[in-house]
């Protein structure tokens, strides 16, 4: 599924070009030629011929306000054939289900980016690649022998930016030159959070390593020394800009909201790093978790909704066994899931025997996972998710909540 086509630019003005309007293109269709865009005045290869669009394609072009695509020459017939009658490309629903495990199947290679660490004017050394839709394209080839210079065309285009899981390190490096350049505070705090989702996702694949826990820990301390310096910070430190669903992602953003919504209750510090570690390492237990059910679309089965909530369990287990954990971060891992109603797992727990850190967790938590689209469901605007978390009031801490839409609506 992957397409293996460089980033280039083309002559817009080029005849031997054929456009079309987006609308033309029907959701659940195979396109039988290569698609082209027009962005910053050149015309760029975008799909492979062969993928199949779907309404997280439409969606992007959307957002992106791209109204026409183009083909070329070579494809001029099969965009014809295709216009003529698209109903005949449409796939079949087991066809649909098969390509979705393929994706999420090469999805594990690649980890997400937040474009707004790529510096216009600065070298990187290493590849660039962009998730439109289901589909993998590579955007910039670079690597240390000839690396690449950032410009504001690569940023101007569309999808999540995505490098190579074997790049990580270089990246890493990256961010790590981010950090101790005299970078200015907001430059600071999107490289902390870059490099948290690179810590996590190294530890949700390695969940036993020592050394990952400790960098965990420190990059929490990073985020709690940021946003004690500067409450707007919070905005910076979230990744929102997202198409699909990332455990690591998720994660960092929880341990921020916490760590924010701890701030504004003015909790001391020592006990606010404490909470941004269980936050950070909520969800550690999904490591345990098949990817297949991780990312199933449509309905799970009765055995795999329980094997999804045995998350809970798995991370406390897994949190055990670390000696660098302190005791006091665990309820945020072990009650996350819980509900004031009592009707939240593992446990069923009420009212009275959730901890503090456990609603502030939970609240973080449920917003977060509100905000970002799954297979099954659209991302909600913060407004909805806000108002969803407010339609079920008791199953979170009122006082909480209201502190936590005040934060919020204050950072933006
Ligand atoms: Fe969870
Ligand atoms: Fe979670």
Redesign the pocket.
Known sequence: MASKTAFRYIDSEDPSYHSASVDRLITGARIPFDVFIKEAGNIRHLFNKGMVYTSYTGDILRDKGITVFYVNAQDEGNLESYLANPLLYKIREDEDSLLFREYSHEKEQYHQIDSKVLIPGTRINFDLHLLYGFNFSILVEANEKSPATIDETILSSGGDFMIKKTDMPLFNAYLQSLMSKQSEAKLKALAIRENSKLIMEELLENPRSGEAIKRSHDMVNYIVDTVLDSKDAVYDLLDMSKYDFYTYTHSVNVAVMSIGLAGSINLERKEIEKLGLGAML??I??SNVPSEVLNKQGKLTSTEYRIIQN??VE?EKILRGHRNIPPESLPAVAQ??EKLTGKGYPRGLDNKQISLFGRIAAVA?CYDALTTPRPYKPAFTPFYALSILVKEKQDFDCALLKEFIEMLGKVR
Do not use: L, R
Request: glycine share 20%; hydrophobic share 10%; net charge negative.
């Open positions: 909520h969800d237990g999904k998350h809970v991370g996350h899931h938590d």
